[in-house]
């Protein structure tokens, strides 16, 4: 029996394709109504932190740190969407992509990161919705999924105010096909 590896590596601009398909496997159209999707419309991806997941050359997960901004002036990034294909789920990969970006994001001296999604998923790695309970989003939030992690300790002690897009392109451009990170 073939043992089959899954790859991690850099996205590159013609992974672009693949990521979309899977994303709208993983979470339909809804995901362009989503608050954290005002703050990636205008913004581009962190450089060096968009991530995928390859096995048998196709892409089966994805994950994208982007630079925003808090209302009191931090800078932080967002995370998301991370999304791994149905058929390769409970495998680990989720959790090894959330790894790597963490160790990436802190290498590259970052302060934190900030998403919305599963508090027990996202605990293993040391989020919190207690760090963000000073901050906002454009658009409603469910504050228990509101989480952050600091790399750098402190980095979100008392922030403050609404999130904004710390990469703003012009409201033109499509998120999906500008230049990608790497």
């Given amino acids: 029996m073939k043992l089959e590896t899954v790859s991690l590596r850099l996205e ?18 809804t995901r362009f109504a989503k608050t954290c999707e005002r703050l990636r419309e205008t913004n581009r991806a962190a450089d060096g932190l968009s991530l995928v997941a390859v096995k048998e050359g196709r892409l089966i997960g994805t994950l994208r740190l982007w630079p925003v901004v808090t209302g009191d002036g931090r800078s932080a990034l967002l995370l998301g969407p991370l999304a791994v294909d149905q058929a390769e789920r409970s495998a680990g990969i ?26 027990p998923y996202y605990a293993r790695f040391g989020f919190t919705p207690d760090l ?22 402190g980095a979100l002690s008392g922030a403050s105010g609404v999130l904004q897009p710390a990469a703003v392109m012009p409201v033109s451009h499509n998120p999906a096909t500008l230049p990608l990170a790497a």
Avoid: N, Q, Y
């Fill in 94 to 119: 989720g959790a090894r992509l959330m790894r790597l970006a963490i160790k990436r994001a802190r290498r590259a001296g970052h302060s934190a990161i900030l998403l919305v999604g599963d508090a």
């Fill in 132 to 153: 963000t309970a000073g901050l906002d989003l454009p658009g409603p939030v469910d504050r228990a999924r509101f989480l952050g992690l600091e790399l750098v300790p």
């Fill in 12 to 29: 590159k601009r013609r992974d672009a394709t693949a990521r979309e398909a899977l994303l709208d496997a993983a979470f339909g159209d």
